[in-house]
C-alpha cells in the first residue's frame, strides 16, 4: 500500500503562501488545459457513451482547477480571482507540465495521454489527502474519486484498444511512442515542489514511482504492447517553456474573456 510521510512537514499555517502558491498554481493549470483538450472531443466522440465520458472527465477536471485556482488567488493575496488567473494570463505564464498540453490526436493518442496523467493524478491525490495543508488536502479529497474513475476509464480503454484489433493495436502502439516521453516531467519536481518536498508539504514524488511504474506495466501488459525503456523526459512547461500547441489553446480558450474583459453574465 502507498504510504507517505509528511512528518516534517510545518504546520499549515506556517506554510509560507509565496512557496505554495506556485504549486497550486501548477496544479490548476494542468487540470484546466487537460479540461479544455477533452471538451474538444465534445459531439466527436467514436460513440455517444464515449463522447459523454470524455465529457464529464473534462468536468470533473474543471471543477478541479477551480478549486485550485480559488486557493491560489487566496495565497497570493494581490486581488486576483479565479478568472484573472485562468483567462489573463500569457502562455509562458502558465505551469502545467508538457503532457497535458499535446494535441488529441486519434482517440488511442488522446486515451494513451488521458492514462499518463491518470496514473500520476490518482497516486498523487492519494498522498495530498493526507498531507498537512488542510486546504490542499481537502480538494484532493473531493477530487480523489473523481480520479480513481478517471484512472480506471482510461485503463480499460488502454486494454481495449491493444488486445483489440491489429489496426487498434498499431494505433495505441503508435500513440505511446509519441507520448511517453512527456510522462517523466510529471514527477520531475519543478523548484517550487523541490522546496514543499523539503519541508514536508508536497510528497517526495520518488515514493510514488514504485506504485505508479507497477500499475503501468500491468495494465500494458494485460494490453499485449510493450512498455517503452529508456526514454528521454522532455520537460519544460512546469517553468513556463511550453510547446507551440499551447499558445493555440490558448487563444481559443481565453477568446471571450479577452474580447470583452471584465463579462459577467
Known amino acids: ?8 512537514a510545518t504546520a499549515t499555517s506556517a506554510t509560507e503562501p509565496s512557496l505554495l502558491f506556485p504549486f497550486v498554481l501548477q496544479l490548476a493549470d ?25 465529457a464529464n472527465i473534462a468536468l470533473d477536471l474543471l471543477g478541479e482547477a477551480r478549486s485550485y485556482y480559488q486557493y491560489a488567488a487566496e495565497l497570493e493575496g494581490k486581488g486576483r480571482t479565479e478568472d484573472d488567473l485562468a483567462y489573463l494570463r500569457s502562455a509562458v505564464e502558465y505551469r502545467n507540465p508538457l ?3 499535446q494535441p488529441n490526436g486519434d482517440f488511442a493518442h488522446t486515451v494513451v495521454r488521458q492514462f499518463l496523467f491518470d496514473n500520476y493524478h490518482y497516486h498523487l491525490l492519494k498522498a495530498l ?3 498537512p495543508d488542510t486546504h490542499l488536502a481537502g480538494i484532493a479529497e473531493k477530487s480523489f474519486k473523481e480520479a480513481a474513475y478517471h484512472l480506471k476509464w482510461s485503463s480499460e480503454w488502454i486494454i481495449r484498444l491493444g488486445d483489440g484489433t491489429a489496426e487498434s493495436w498499431q494505433r495505441l502502439d503508435k500513440a505511446i511512442a509519441a507520448l511517453w516521453r512527456f510522462a517523466g516531467e510529471l514527477t520531475t519536481p519543478a523548484p517550487a515542489e523541490t522546496a514543499l518536498q523539503e519541508i514536508g508539504v508536497v510528497p517526495d514524488y520518488a515514493t510514488l514511482l514504485p506504485a505508479m ?5 500491468q495494465v500494458l501488459a494485460e494490453a499485449t504492447v510493450p512498455e517503452p525503456t529508456a526514454v528521454f523526459a522532455q520537460q519544460g512547461g ?6 507551440e500547441h499551447l ?13 470583452y474583459p471584465g463579462m459577467t453574465w
Open 30 to 54: 494542468t487540470s484546466l488545459i487537460l479540461a479544455h483538450r477533452l471538451s474538444e472531443w465534445c459531439g466527436h466522440g467514436p460513440i455517444l457513451e464515449q463522447d459523454l465520458a470524455m
Open 213 to 217: 511504474q507497477a500499475y503501468a506495466a
Open 247 to 259: 499558445g493555440y489553446l490558448l487563444s481559443e480558450l481565453q477568446y471571450m474573456q479577452r474580447t
Open 129 to 131: 489527502k493526507d498531507g
Open 99 to 101: 503532457l497535458v498540453e
Open 238 to 243: 512546469k517553468i513556463g517553456r511550453h510547446s
Open 1 to 8: 500500500m502507498l504510504t507517505q510521510d509528511f512528518t516534517n
